[in-house]
Structures are given as structure tokens and as C-alpha cells.
């Protein structure tokens, strides 16, 4: 549930808005149309910190010339199923989505794809793009890395990113779709609770003396989130890192600003697979349907949820009643 | 370091002895000499738990008729670079090693390579299929599911796998080889900690009262390991069992025996990437040793560490002055 301060505002009227800002920026047609859909859907799905809450951080780095509206990701080599794209600094979110597409594509001729994009800019929510492979019948896995915010397991400096991992398979009772960095909370995770003046549920970081807090205020002072399993999401946050640059041929996260507002030149991985190419559609459905089934078992409704389960929900509530907005952030782009 | 009490067999005289082991399980020649090399390796490089530790285990599961020592991996179906194996039910490590050597062979040709596994028994360590990959000079990634053996976030009952999940890239320097389950701690990591006396690093688990807690006996008395970044781990491990069961066209981990005699039927994923496909090799390796020196920065040495840092060290000392083992497991390994 998003929380009570938050208005409601019809989802098209927050798309009209959006392409308003966005057409003073220079964007205009399709383009416009997917950058606007692309907030707006993260905000309808639920996902508000990372959609029409993130625009005006959007809007300020196309201001400040680290996003190039007028950019797209083209394709740089070409072997088989496996390519290389680079961003040029356009929007994250154009150049992943075109990306995931190329990656669908490439699984329908080969059975499977792997795009590779470097020189690229946040792609704000990433299960966007397991969403977009899910709907078309494709297993999707893509990751990108950030700048540095997180300190390896055994340091006390951000070295690591938080380098969102996304996989998604397709389920026609929603698709299964998780969407999870490697630091157990977000920055902004962290603020929301100190403002809320609410402890995490758990340790999320070290405090200045390097004691385990569930303190945010603490964790933002030290920047020292932790890293989710402590020792072993510290590994696979550099593994993601490692993967993404070398088959980009990219920047890792040590050569990315350390700044959200200058943040850009990211690397990323989409990653598709048909389940079709050498197997049964139907069966693979069946599958997925009974692991569902079981990972649920006898639990009480809504005690224990599949990543993506309430998102149709959330969906239909927010497309009837309007999409929550926070009322600040919503008086923010309206003047922007 | 392996504990004081672990005494030093040489790899040689490990490998002879498995190997008569082996012969009176009707294994011989080169399917042999590759079981014994991936259980002696395991342990050269480190990995006592899942080397020749591990071996009285196999050999029970194999008087049990849970791993039929005739049987091998063989494809079902093919679509370029995506294929579908049968194990069999055959060794684990056997079938893992071969389908790992099919998807190098499919990114060689294809540039990537996606082989999916159903019906095979445990892989022992998962890292050397990653580490098989890597000496290809693919970037390799592997998983595989496991019986029922860890509570999904919001439920008391273990209805995930733990899962292991590797990522391996290779580094001239020494691979980069990730290999983790989903859980915080292994049960032979709990048994061991308990059986010192000592209380884990971090909490590992909740004991029977629903508290999260160090104590490594009351996690193997309530069954509630915790999944590594609690909700996040829990979500994870779902995935990987999703697309290894919905790709192999095999088993989830609902459907596997939930006892580590009969654990069989498993599913597994074998993913491999060419650097080289559309990409510089000489750039991929620069860029990753660069990520590496980023990653280590100023700290002291030995506070952190990529993972596989230590094996190249650790496999020269053991090859050298005789690789430990666990003296009651020597014994029992001689006597089977």
C-alpha cells in the first residue's frame, strides 16, 4: 500500500504531463510516448520509486547534458545471437527498452539473445524490461551496474554498485518477475523510513563506529548499506559488474561518477532465452504454475508472495482509482 | 585455513583410492578418472566440504540406486544454441561436467550456448563448472535446484532449494568464480560451527520460536536457515528454480525427496558467453583486472576479497605439502 500522504491522479493525466516536460526537452513522437509509458507504468505497477517519483531527477540530468535526449543504443558487433550496443548517453530507459527488444528478437531467430550495452544512462525500473521479454514468451535476465555505493563485504568505502539484477519467466497468471539490487535497502528506502522515523526490519547497514544498525539515519551517515548475505552479495554484486563491462566492453562501476545527479556511461546485460526453442510451451507453463503452487503451500494469503504476484492488483487499482503520487513531487513536475 | 585437526593426504593418494572406490562401483576408465579429478580438485582447491569430504556420501547414494554410475547426460532436443539434456539420473558431477563442455563448444560456435539439464543428481562443488568455462575463456554462469531445504521468506515449512548459483569470468590472473547458495549458511556449515562451539558472524537462521539467531543448533532443530538478504535471497532462489525446472523441462524443487540420500531428479542450467563474439578479448581481460584493482583498492590485504582470490595460493600448498582431509573421513573413505 502506498502510504496515506499520497494523492491519486488519473494515469492519463500523469502521461499528459510528463510528455508536456518532455517535449520542452526536445523528445517528441514515439520516443516521447515510450519515455512517458515507461515512468507512468512503474508508478501503475506499484513500483513508485522508480517512475513518475524519479522524473524530475530524469528532467535535471537531461538539463545538465548527462542524459542526450536526442541519443539512441546502436548496435556496434554483431555474432549470432550475441551483440554489442552502445548507448551514446540517450535515456536509460529508451536505449534498455530498444535493447531488451533486440534480445527478444534475437531469441525468436537463435533460441536465445544477449545484448550487451555500454555508454548508457539509468534505466530507472528495471523489471520494466523483464516484463517486456515476459510478454513475449521469453525467460529474461538483465542486470545493469551503477556508480559506487556500496563497500565491498570487508571495507568501509562504496566501491560496489547495487547493480540491479532482474529475471523474469512468463506465467499467464501474471508473470513472475523479480527485480532486486544487491544492497539489502536502497538510499531511498533509507530516507523514506528516517522520515517515517521507523527502524528497518532488519540490519540494512554499519553505523560511523562499524556496528550492524537498523538505524537508517546511521546507514546514510556512514554510507555504508549493506550488501544483501553480507560476504556473498558483496560477490555477486562484482560478478554482475564484471559480466556487464567485459561484454559491453564498457565502464565497471569504479569508472562511473559517484554522484546520482552525474551518474552515466552505465553498463548493462539483457539476456533472453525461449523456452519454446527446445522445449514445450504448455509443459513449460505447467511448471512454472505447480512451482508457484508449492512455493506458496498452506501459507496464510499474502503471508508468503511470488516476486510480481500483487502487481496485476496493484495494476487494476491504480488504473480504476488513480496512480499515487507524492503530492510534493507531483507540484515538482508540474512546474518543471 | 582448514581446521588444525585435518590431517594431509596427497592428491595422488586421494585420487588412487577413489579411484578403487569407484572401480568397485563399476566405474572405470576416463568417467572415472574425471569423477575422482573433480572430487580431489574440489578439496586441492579449498573446497573441502564439497571435495572428498563429500565422497562417502556419493558412494551411499550410489549403493541406494539413487545415481545409477552407467547412465550419462544426453540431449533431448536441439535448436541452435539452446539445448535440452536428460541426465539420467546419472553422477551428478559427470553429467554437470559434460553439459558445461557442450554449451563451451555451442559458444564457440554460436557465441553462447544454453544447455538446460533435468533428471541429474547433486554436481558436488558447482564451481568447477564454472572454473570448466572460464579455462575455455568463457564467461560461464550455472545453477542448479536442490531438494526442499529452506523456508520461503513469511513461511516456518522449507519449501525452496538453496540453490547454488555460479558465475565465473576468467581473469589471466586466476579466474573469478562466484559459487554461493541462496541460503546464509549451509547445514554442514551450521553442523561445523556447532560441533566448535561457536555462535555464527551473522544471524543464520530463526529458532523455534520464530527469533532470528546465531546459534547454529537451534537453526538445524527449527529447519529455518535464512535465505541470504531474507525476502530478496528467498526471491531468488524461486527464479533460479523457475527457469533451470521450465528450461530443463524437468523437476522443481517441490517435486525432489526432501532427504540428502534421496535427493534426485534435479534440474540445472548451463549458461556460457564469449567474450570474444563481439568483443576484443585483450579489452574484456584489461577491463576486468582493472574492475579487480578497483574492487581491492587500499584495503590491507586479506580484508577483501574477489572471489576465487585465494584458490591458485591455496591448490599450490595443497598440491604441494598434501591436501587436507578430515581424519575420521579418511578413514571411512579407506574402509568403503
Wanted: with cysteine.
Amino acid at each position: 500500500m502506498p502510504p496515506t500522504e499520497m494523492i491519486r491522479i488519473p494515469a492519463p493525466d500523469l502521461t499528459a504531463t510528463l510528455l508536456r516536460v518532455l517535449g520542452e526537452l526536445g523528445m517528441e513522437g514515439e520516443s516521447a510516448d515510450l519515455c512517458a509509458r515507461l515512468f507512468v507504468e512503474a508508478s501503475v505497477d506499484g513500483v513508485y520509486s522508480h517512475g513518475v517519483h524519479r522524473f524530475p531527477r530524469f528532467v535535471k540530468t537531461v538539463r545538465a547534458g548527462v542524459v542526450d535526449v536526442h541519443a539512441r543504443a546502436e548496435p556496434v558487433e554483431r555474432h549470432g545471437p550475441v551483440e554489442r550496443w552502445d548507448g551514446r548517453l540517450g535515456p536509460g530507459n529508451l536505449n534498455a527498452h530498444r535493447c531488451m527488444e533486440r534480445a527478444i528478437s534475437l531469441a525468436r531467430e537463435h533460441g536465445m539473445g544477449c545484448v550487451a550495452l555500454a555508454e548508457t544512462n539509468h534505466w530507472m525500473r528495471g523489471g520494466s524490461y523483464g516484463r517486456q521479454a515476459a510478454d513475449a514468451g521469453m525467460i529474461g535476465i538483465c542486470w545493469t551496474n551503477t556508480m559506487p555505493n556500496l563497500p565491498p563485504w570487508g571495507a568501509t568505502q562504496p566501491r560496489l554498485g547495487n547493480n540491479p539484477l532482474v529475471i523474469a519467466v512468463p506465467h499467464p497468471g501474471g508473470h513472475v518477475v523479480l527485480d532486486m539490487a544487491m544492497s539489502q535497502f536502497s538510499y531511498g528506502g533509507l530516507e523514506s523510513a528516517r522520515r517515517r522515523g521507523e527502524m528497518l526490519p532488519v540490519p540494512g547497514g554499519f553505523d560511523s563506529k562499524g556496528e550492524l544498525t537498523r538505524d537508517p539515519g546511521a546507514i546514510e551517515e556512514s554510507a555504508r548499506p549493506l550488501p544483501i548475505g553480507y560476504w556473498k552479495g558483496s560477490g555477486l554484486a562484482l560478478m554482475l559488474d564484471l559480466v556487464a563491462a567485459v561484454l559491453a566492453q564498457g565502464r565497471g562501476t569504479h569508472a562511473i561518477p559517484a554522484d546520482p545527479y552525474a551518474e552515466s556511461g552505465i553498463s548493462q546485460l539483457f539476456l533472453t532465452i525461449d523456452p519454446r526453442a527446445a522445449g514445450d510451451a504448455a509443459r513449460a507453463e505447467e511448471i512454472t504454475s505447480q512451482i508457484l503452487e508449492h512455493f506458496l503451500g498452506d501459507s496464510t494469503p499474502g503471508e508468503v508472495r511470488w516476486p510480481g504476484q500483487r502487481t496485476a492488483e496493484i495494476r487494476r487499482r491504480n488504473l480504476a482509482e488513480g496512480v499515487p503520487v507524492d503530492p510534493a513531487i507531483w507540484e515538482e513536475i508540474r512546474g518543471l
